[in-house]
């Protein structure tokens, strides 16, 4: 459920290269699943910045973001104590009842952070969680460590190698038993791409669009879908894998 | 408001408004997903998502851009068809939302305007009809018919001709003399003028080196085109005797009242909902303190106020 409200910053640092985490707290925020986004006013710009939240609790969540532009750059300078004003419990998130005994979940890049959240309330309910994070490099990898303390069997494959094991998420896939109920997803569409070609089992996928409004209302971020048009910021950004048309995704 | 005078009321051809305030086709969907926010009765009215006969998904993503002081847009006049919007929007509107709504149109043909009109004609919900001769974002129709006075006289006579409703013209910018085209719908029968459409605009993303946007141009919009809005509403009110819905970059109560000099019977409120999903509620809560400094008793007094005698 949107809410609107002006949060305060409690930390904002970097935790990878090229990226941050900003906690923020405040009155309640809108978020109940994990898989949300938030909408972040960044003075001075127009639109407002659509943002991965990678945890939530009683009174503060994380956003967790790469520097990609002026927006992002932006945010990645502002200190603690300052206020930011923030549309929270956007978008659907994933469907943890669609897990299964044996979830596998799989991230790449700025994809990692929601899996923060998911596995912590997948492993609360029990389940036998495997993870697999690709990066291009060691100096990109964030979460590791923390997704591990969570109590997920974790993998991590950099482009280069210098981290992990040398490949793609599908290496790292490979790796592993095949046994897994159902799989969750975020990262790029060329990691999709790989990934549907090696996965017989049903999941679902976070999508990025550029966004006007975060909820509903302009329809800039529409995506065709097996069943019809919707809109990535307020059907989704999560859609489950039979839904999807590859064919008309770039 | 009964017992006592309602300083924001204002008329649109017969249809009584408790306020001027009137989120702008596009920003607003069929009003679900604001109702969900606040009530949206509270509004003046409100003009639904641009409707054409068919459904249509519009253009390819990305179609959103940011710019200074405001963004662009290429959606290309996505909606379910006016068939899905009267059997399932409408319905599920009426559930929230308990006056007339704005049925704004849009359309690829003369033919096309009038039978999607037609067919609005017959809903009791609908207060006013908004033709839509002005997006920028579709080919071979949307804004060519309204940056030429004949084509816009005949939209506005064939949609005329099979409504009893009030008929608004909605006008595009991008135009060299938008008196023009106003004068042309006048005499074509039109009852109003809703003006601005968005400027005709391009980002180019530097790290790509290409256009930003995937339909390359979009509608600018947002509060950097009020003072282009504000001049040509006040160009119109000159020109035509028709009421004037006036938008374009408002998003402050003081927006609202030097529209309304400028010419405009009632204000619509477009990009800023997207960015500030409460502003309607809070411009028409703020407009009697904003009335009160600027020493204005009733708001539809000030209609037109800063044009001489």
Redesign the interface.
């Known amino acids: ?2 809410k ?1 409200n002006v949060f305060e910053i409690y930390r904002n640092y970097m935790i990878a290269k090229d990226t941050f985490v900003m906690v923020l707290k405040g009155e309640e925020h809108g978020f109940t699943v994990p898989g949300q986004f938030a909408n972040v ?1 960044v003075p001075g ?4 910045r659509p943002i991965s939240v990678s945890d939530y609790n009683d009174g503060q969540f994380a956003l967790m973001y790469k520097t990609v532009g002026v ?1 992002t750059e932006q945010m990645s300078m502002m200190k603690p104590g300052e206020k930011v004003d923030v ?1 929270t419990g956007l978008g659907n998130g994933y469907d943890l009842e669609k897990s299964g005994d044996k979830p596998l979940l799989i991230a790449g890049g700025s994809g990692v952070p929601p899996m923060y959240k998911l596995i912590k309330s997948l492993v609360a309910q029990g389940k036998t969680v495997d993870c697999v994070l690709g990066f291009n490099s060691m100096e990109e990898v964030f979460l590791f460590d923390e997704l591990r303390a969570l109590g997920a069997n974790v993998l991590v494959a950099t482009v280069n190698g210098s981290y992990g094991l040398k490949g793609f998420v599908t290496d790292a896939i490979a790796a592993l038993p095949q046994d897994h109920s159902f799989f969750y997803t975020c990262g790029p569409m060329p990691m999709y791409n790989a990934i549907r070609k090696v996965l017989d089992i049903e999941g679902q996928y976070s999508f990025e ?5 975060g ?10 879908t097996r069943s019809g ?1 919707k809109r990535v910021c ?1 059907d989704g950004p999560v859609f489950n894998s039979e839904d999807i048309i590859w064919e008309d995704q770039k | 408001m009964s017992g006592k005078q309602n300083r924001l009321s204002v008329e649109l051809c017969g249809l009584a408004l408790d306020n001027p305030i009137i989120p702008a086709s ?4 069929y009003g679900y ?2 109702a ?2 606040y009530d949206i009765n509270i509004l003046g009215s409100f003009s639904f ?1 641009g409707t054409t006969y068919e459904p249509r ?2 253009n390819q ?11 662009l ?1 290429s ?1 290309g006049l ?1 909606n379910p068809g006016v068939h899905a919007v009267i059997e399932q929007e409408l319905p599920k509107l009426r559930q929230v939302f308990d006056k007339k709504v704005i049925a704004n149109v849009g359309g690829f043909s003369v033919e096309e305007y009038a039978k999607t009109a037609a067919l609005l004609d017959e809903c009791e919900q609908v207060g006013i009809i908004e033709v839509n001769i002005s997006c920028p974002n579709v080919h071979n129709g949307g804004m060519s018919f309204g940056t030429d006075p004949k084509a816009a006289a005949e939209v506005t006579a064939a949609v005329k001709e099979v409504t009893k409703k009030p008929v608004f013209m909605k006008l595009s910018p991008n135009v060299a003399d938008i008196v023009s085209i106003a004068k042309a719908c006048e005499d074509a029968g039109a009852d109003g003028i809703s003006l601005i459409n968005t400027l005709l605009g391009m980002r180019i993303d530097l790290r790509r080196k290409k256009p ?1 946007l995937a339909n390359k141009m979009g509608g600018f919009s ?2 950097a085109v009020f003072p282009v809005a504000v001049r040509m509403v006040y160009q119109v009110y000159e020109a035509v005797k028709l009421p004037i819905i006036g938008m374009g970059g408002v998003s402050s109560a003081e927006g609202v009242i030097e529209m309304m000099l400028a010419g405009a019977s009632a204000v619509q409120i477009g990009a800023a ?3 500030e ?2 502003i309607c509620p809070k411009i028409i809560s703020e407009l009697p303190t904003a009335m009160d400094k600027y020493g204005i008793k009733n708001i539809k007094d000030i209609i037109g106020g800063a044009h001489n005698g």
């Open positions: 459920m949107l609107q006013k710009l127009y639109l407002r927006g549309l669009e550029r966004m006007g409004c909820f509903g209302a302009c329809m800039g971020c529409s995506m065709m048009a307020k | 596009g920003t607003f969907g997903e604001f969900e926010l998502k998904f519009g993503t990305p179609r959103i851009a940011e710019c200074s002081m405001g963004m847009n959606i996505q930003v947002g509060e909902n997207l960015v999903p409460f």
